[in-house]
């Protein structure tokens, strides 16, 4: 009589374990919807959706482990509420990097990461020929830096790409087709910014936009908590001194505020274009986030349209997908896939789309 009062007790904790857990998991799934400035705790939650969803999986196995059938429902259905989510992260196909043959218009977006800084230029020039190999159309790029290899970047990315546009910075589009007109977007205090270039593609002006939206806050919190250990040898700067915690989760969350603004930025400036739309480019957030479904609006994401397998654009300890190529539904996407190049710590995106 004991034992089986035990196990009551434990089924019933596991129960309500997994109701709190599915309450959770579908916070985090329309946590997207809010804007962070004013629900920063259910915002949050979207950047622990995959712990979320891996913990369901977990519980489903314990409640068909125990053959209890009634509540393994629980889990199934939380799953099946997450299928479009985990379709921005993996899809079910294979990937034909080269269909449409020569039809199509190839673009990728890259953030070369100011080529290392290196001064050869080599990286900037093995970028190039990586880009000739795809046959790529347009290239949007973050982080470009002109300087590399004595001002040369330019120059021989243009025998290829003849028509170059520059926005603020870091930020570039080249061109096989011809550019009509290009605009800045900056963002107000921020060292991030965004542009567009109108590309006439046989008649066709089509509107790029090439963004580069606000950084975590992160790296630069830990590299200046370890200048200070550095200096300060006796004292604790590791993530286990709760003030350096408390400076990573303030900067995320103004990282992920300053975001959300940049992203209704671009959001209005692409809802005013009378021509067709490609939005590409470091979004700094994951799929699902507020600023992903912002950005997305209407348009087609790419990877869900025709991409496969696990996509995640950054090279880090955490292998997460933060560069995207969105499009109006005017295109139809033909092939979408990343390429794993060690030039920086980002992967660039390809897509080929058609009218």
């Not at 021989?156 to 290009?182: L, N, Q, T």
């Not at 830990?222 to 300060?232: G, P």
């Not at 103004?254 to 809802?271: D, P, S, V, W, Y």
Request: net charge positive.
């Amino acid at each position: 009589m004991g034992k089986l009062a035990v196990y009551k007790y434990i089924s019933l904790m596991f129960l309500v374990l997994q109701c709190v857990l599915t309450v959770f998991t579908i916070m985090a799934l329309y946590g997207g919807d809010v804007n962070p400035a004013g629900h920063s705790a259910r915002a949050m939650l979207v950047y622990i959706l995959p712990i979320l969803i891996g913990a369901n999986v977990i519980m489903l196995l314990y409640w068909l482990v125990r053959r209890k059938w009634i509540y393994a429902l629980i889990p199934v259905i939380t799953i099946a509420f997450c299928i479009p989510y985990i379709g921005t992260l993996y899809q079910f196909r294979s990937v034909d990097k080269k269909a449409g043959g020569d039809k199509g218009l190839k673009v990728a977006t890259y953030n070369v990461a100011m080529f290392g800084r290196e001064t050869s230029g080599f990286l900037a020039l093995d970028i190039l020929a990586q880009m000739r190999r795809q046959k790529v159309d347009v290239l949007c790029m973050q982080e470009y830096n002109e300087t590399s290899g004595d001002k040369k970047n330019s120059k021989s990315y243009m025998e290829y790409f003849p028509y170059m546009a520059v926005g603020r910075g870091d930020m570039v589009v080249f061109s096989r087709y011809p550019i009509k007109e290009s605009k800045t977007l900056d963002f107000e205090d921020s060292n991030q910014s965004a542009m567009w270039a109108d590309v006439d593609v046989n008649g066709q002006v089509i509107r790029f936009f090439n963004v580069h939206l606000q950084t975590t806050g992160i790296n630069r919190t830990m590299h200046q908590a370890n200048k200070l250990q550095a200096q300060n040898p006796y004292e604790d700067y590791s993530m286990s001194n709760s003030r350096v915690m408390n400076a990573i989760f303030g900067n995320y969350m103004l990282g992920m505020m300053f975001r959300a603004g940049q992203a209704i930025t671009i959001a209005n400036e692409k809802h005013n274009s009378v021509n067709p739309c490609i939005l590409c480019g470091d979004f700094n957030d994951v799929p699902y986030s507020y600023v992903y479904n912002t950005m997305l609006g209407n348009m087609v994401d790419g990877f869900k349209e025709c991409g496969g397998g696990w996509m995640y654009t950054f090279r880090g300890k955490k292998a997460v997908r933060i560069d995207y190529i969105f499009h109006d539904e005017f295109f139809k996407g033909l092939t979408y896939y990343k390429e794993d190049l060690t030039t920086s710590d980002h992967l660039p995106v390809f897509m080929k789309v058609t009218f």
